[in-house]
């Protein structure tokens, strides 16, 4: 009896040893999880459903026992299991189950939003800590925290969204760590995450602890810094993360999930569940698997050793601009939208695709493309043979309008920093400019950067047209000989063209007028040409313009819009193929869609050089001749 007595008090001693232990390890754990915890600041959003981040770091708690979500089988997106599943619920495993929130996830609309400010109502933004060590790296520590976020609004649209950040120590255990500073610190990013030594100065911290977080809207990637970034593989994710400022500055709750698994479970019974976080979806559209399936919740140590050191942030201006990145983020966005209609609603995608195809043979097979001889250029042509003969003669003669397309450089360099100056400059001469003092200064640089702009256009179409006229009666041209022919005549085409604009500009202010705007617009498409070839003045050259496109407008308001969109497209395109096959920095890659930009310009002025020679030789010769039996040009 006394031996059995002696046992059971052991028993039990060991029992209080380890309680007690434990305790004092959560006790840690928790002095750890709040010296360090996380201030995040979310983009702000300045009215509900508009830009920015609608949703907070939020406490699962909220989602068990409430009737709007659903836990659903593995089977089928109708496989209903409970509506308003506890967290007791999710302790089983389920695996591949699911947890449905209302709204579709690849239609969201505001649906989310609102469902989620409707049940964390008061609750406050949370944030999960967990301290966990690595088996095959003794002696080191990872405190992690958790952040859930009802929905993922980025390219991959999916219900749910876990993220979280990570720290290292060197130290067995957290009572150790407490003693130590950690030695680095990373921050998830869709497949990945980025990296800094603690005291790095990407690296901000508040009161000399907590790591400052910048969430990206949407996807909700982690970075150190407020700043646009672009992402070309998985784990940067392929699209742009918007993580600038202004923002929001939360200080999110911390509780501690125990590193003892038994009593994690106790406390969390959801740590246990290994379904998703959100409705079942094809592919990247599907909802999350929980912090439990994530490699980094056993291996922290070997998933920090996979960090990247940086991230790759867009410039907020550049040498020309930020033409290439502007429209790799555009593009990446409608995309991603296509994408997304094509899985919800197959058919009908297929169906407009197929009716935009059909149409865009349709029109090419209406057309004439050959021959495309681009000399003798006062012929009728058809538009497609327009487009053939201008991209023949540039590429004849590319050094010739590549010269002349390289004026136009140092002029979008000035524009740019003038806008920068207008727009990116927050003090002037020592003095911070708000209110109408800035807003009065942005419109100035808006009106003389388009002023400059217009300016340049101006030039490189009077040029062009010129440099043509020379080629085609045998003589030799260069890009400063042809600047030079064209300097005489500059004042009158700056007049004309800035009338022009301010006509178009006024009037498309508003609806009622746009129609009228846009007819003009196309009227006086050919006045540059009309004024370099013909001699004439400006209220001449308005109207003799408008003469010469009567009967043919919407042919050349097609062709310079088509001139004009492939030279737009073709400098950013360039820079998208840079972004996803390099490694240059998005900087360059702006230079050289720029460049790319000013060197093709002249080819909207050969397109509608071209239009202005068929519209002229058209003119002269339909009073004499049956429209449909036109001859191609002026008889000798």
Not at 503 to 515: D, E, F, G, N
Not at 520 to 549: C, D, F, Y
Request: proline content about 6%.
């Amino acid at each position: 009896m006394r031996w059995l007595v002696a046992c059971v008090l052991a028993a039990c001693g060991l029992l209080a040893v380890s309680g007690g232990q434990a305790r004092a390890d959560l006790g840690d754990e928790t002095a750890l999880a709040q010296r360090y915890a996380p201030v995040v600041r979310l983009v702000e959003q300045v009215e509900e459903c508009g830009y920015g981040e609608p949703y907070r770091p939020m406490d699962v708690d909220v989602l068990f026992d409430q009737s709007t979500v659903a836990l659903r089988g593995p089977w089928t997106t109708t496989d209903l299991v409970k509506i308003g599943p506890s967290a007791a619920d999710l302790s089983a495993g389920r695996y591949e189950y699911h947890l449905d929130f209302p709204g579709n996830a690849l239609h969201p609309g505001c649906g989310y939003q609102r469902w989620a400010d409707r049940v964390t109502g008061d609750a406050p933004p949370t944030v999960y800590a967990h301290v966990a060590t690595d088996p095959g790296h003794p002696g080191k520590l990872a405190l992690q925290y958790w952040f859930f976020y009802a929905f993922n609004d980025f390219n991959n649209t999916h219900e749910g969204d876990w993220e979280m950040i990570q720290l290292v120590f060197d130290a067995p255990d957290a009572a150790a760590a407490l003693g130590e500073r950690p030695v680095e610190v990373g921050y998830s990013q869709h497949e990945g995450a980025e990296r800094a030594t603690w005291g790095d100065r990407k690296l901000e911290l508040v009161d000399g602890t907590h790591p400052v977080v910048h969430p990206a809207a949407g996807s909700h990637a982690n970075f150190f810094e407020d700043a646009l970034y672009l992402g070309s593989s998985g784990s940067q994710g392929v699209g742009c993360d918007d993580a600038t400022a202004p923002s929001v500055e939360l200080r999110p709750a911390v509780k501690v999930i125990p590193s003892d698994p038994v009593a994690a479970r106790a406390a969390f019974p959801w740590i246990g569940y290994e379904g998703r976080w959100g409705e079942l979806q094809t592919a990247f559209y599907n909802g999350p698997t929980g912090p439990n399936l994530k490699r980094q919740w056993t291996e922290p140590i070997t998933y920090a050793e996979e960090w990247r050191h940086r991230s790759y942030s867009v410039p907020a201006g550049g040498l020309l601009g930020t033409g290439a990145t502007d429209f790799f983020c555009a593009a990446l966005r409608t995309g991603s939208d296509a994408l997304r209609r094509m899985v919800d609603e197959p058919a009908r995608v297929l169906i407009a695709i197929g009716v935009v195809l059909a149409l865009g043979l349709f029109i090419v097979r209406r057309t004439q493309w050959r021959p495309a001889a681009p000399l003798r250029v006062s012929r009728r042509r058809a538009w497609g043979q327009i487009l053939a003969a201008s991209a023949r003669m540039y590429l004849r003669r590319w050094l010739l309008f590549a010269g002349i397309g390289v004026v136009a450089l140092p002029i979008a360099v000035f524009i740019t920093l003038i806008h920068w100056l207008g727009l990116g400059a927050r003090d002037l001469l020592g003095v911070e400019l708000e209110g109408s003092a800035a807003g009065l200064l942005e419109l100035v640089a808006l009106v003389a950067g388009a002023t400059l702009t217009l300016a340049a256009l101006s030039l490189v179409q009077a040029a062009t047209v010129r440099a043509l006229a020379e080629l085609d009666e045998g003589r030799p041209v260069t890009p400063l000989g042809a600047y030079a022919m064209a300097a005489r005549r500059l004042p009158r085409q700056l007049a004309a063209a800035a009338i022009a604009v301010i006509m178009v500009l006024l009037l498309s202010a508003t609806v009622l007028l746009l129609p009228v705007a846009v007819y003009l617009a196309g009227r006086w498409a050919l006045v540059a040409q009309v004024i370099e070839l013909e001699g004439a003045t400006v209220p001449a050259a308005l109207r003799r313009s408008g003469e010469l496109v009567r009967g043919r407008w919407w042919k050349v308001a097609w062709l310079v819009v088509a001139g004009a969109a492939i030279v737009l497209a073709l400098g950013p395109l360039v820079g998208m193929a840079l972004i996803l096959g390099t490694d240059i920095p998005f900087t360059m890659v702006d230079i050289v869609s720029g460049v790319v930009y000013a060197l093709t310009l002249p080819f909207v002025a050969l397109t509608t050089a071209y239009v202005y020679h068929d519209a002229a030789v058209s003119e002269v010769l339909e009073p004499h001749h049956d429209s449909s039996e036109l001859p191609s040009e002026l008889p000798a």
